[in-house]
């Protein structure tokens, strides 16, 4: 696992964990759910690789499984941000979707067993005062 520290539009920074998850993904409009791993989570939110594009600003349904034999995460997000790859894999190319999802109403409890999975998946670099 590595850290990487997100740095969003208005440049806020909060650790991100490279950490895989089940996450499962409906919106409005959609005929099925989406099911994909996740490629990093915080506690503000995820970033998923999906084969669609769901659209910036639109709105989630999310269900998040830590792997940690406790209940599912459920609540609902937004998407922030869209950035599209081309993959190429058994030489044909792919199209993906890098998608930036954040919570919106996620419950206090919630959101502390993320903080948990993150602290424990990575160790923050200790920053050292500037002389």
């Given at each position: 696992m590595k850290v990487t520290m997100w740095r969003g539009i208005d440049y806020r920074r909060f650790p991100r964990a490279d950490c895989s998850c089940l996450i499962t993904i409906g919106k409005k409009g959609?005929?099925?759910n989406l099911s994909a791993d996740t490629e990093n989570i915080g506690v503000g939110g995820i970033c998923v690789a999906l084969d669609r594009?769901?659209?910036r600003y639109s709105s989630v349904d999310v269900e998040l499984s830590?792997?940690?034999?406790n209940p599912s995460i459920k609540c609902c997000g937004s998407v922030v941000w869209v950035v599209k790859r081309n993959e190429i894999k058994n030489s044909k190319q792919i199209v993906r979707f890098d998608t930036g999802i954040e919570f919106d109403d996620i419950k206090d409890s919630d959101r502390e067993r993320i903080e948990k999975l993150v602290e424990h998946t990575i160790k923050?670099?200790?920053?050292?005062a500037r002389r």
């Open positions: 959609l005929k099925q594009d769901l659209g830590l792997k940690d034999n923050l670099p200790v920053r050292k």
